[in-house]
């Protein structure tokens, strides 16, 4: 029996709120996203926004008392995958970035992952940007019901793995709500007509990290920021999505 809990149309409505106060944000953070500026500012900048939104950042505290999230955005820049932590450091031309945020609004959250170049890069680290963009439409394109998670997966795994570049197993979707992680887990990899059947009321974020090189991940001494083994460029982009009767709602658009 499934542990997914369904959202009403009432709780979809209020995270759609909440998802559109996490692109908001990405709207106010993007023209600061350029060289020179630090991380610690755009985390500053989204903080300010989404706390005179009526709403709290997500991330900000979150995970284990000994040693919770400091910032309220992940910025994770170059080879870093997921969760880096908004420090001094600047932004210079060639870097990629991804902007991950999170609010709670109105006891609901809302989740998305953007991946910005600083100015012009290289055109290998462009086709990864580009690829890991269209591995989540493609994923999108999917969602309906009776469609399964491994469609989702595959959709991904099949789009980069084709392109050249390799999936992030460790770090996968998830299911949100009133929490910010529920089930069920949405693995970026996959075979097609496996693993749970979508239903109308569901409501889970899809967010592939592909890496230029190799899969594998390394978790660092500060217990979140996540690279490549190898350092080479990742890139994510994530969407908070709703199963509805005849598809998909992207509540993070």
């Not at 609010?103 to 012009?120: E, F, H, I, K, R």
């Not at 969602?143 to 050249?164: C, F, N, Y």
């Not at 974020?205 to 978790?219: K, V």
């Amino acid at each position: 029996m499934s542990r997914v809990a369904l959202k009403s149309a009432r709780e979809i409505e209020i995270m759609r709120r909440a998802g559109a106060l996490v692109a908001e944000t990405f709207r106010v953070l993007e023209p600061h996203v350029k060289p020179g500026v630090t991380l610690k500012e755009l985390d500053r900048l989204a903080e300010e926004h989404i706390r005179k939104a009526g709403a709290t950042p997500a991330y900000l505290g979150y995970g284990p008392r000994t040693n919770p999230f400091p910032g309220t955005i992940c910025a994770s820049v170059n080879e870093v995958i997921c969760h880096g932590i908004p420090d001094s450091r600047q932004l210079q031309e060639g870097d990629i970035i991804g902007v991950d945020i999170g609010v709670l609004l109105n006891g609901y959250y809302g989740d998305a992952c953007y991946t910005y170049t600083v100015g012009p890069v290289r055109p290998e680290v462009q086709g990864l940007v580009d690829a890991t963009r269209a591995s989540l439409n493609a994923a999108l394109d999917l969602v309906k019901p009776g469609a399964r998670l491994g469609d989702i997966g595959h959709a991904i795994q099949s789009l980069a793995e084709g392109r050249g570049y390799s999936v992030v197993r460790e770090y996968t979707g998830h299911g949100i709500g009133k929490r910010l992680h529920e089930e069920p887990t949405v693995l970026h990899h996959g075979a097609r007509y496996t693993g749970l059947k979508l239903q109308p009321g569901m409501v889970f974020t899809i967010e592939p990290m592909i890496n230029l090189g190799r899969p594998e991940t390394r978790l660092l001494g500060d217990g979140w920021t996540v690279i490549t083994a190898d350092k080479s460029p990742s890139a994510q982009f994530e969407h908070t999505v709703a199963v509805t009767q005849k598809g998909c709602e992207i509540l993070t658009l």
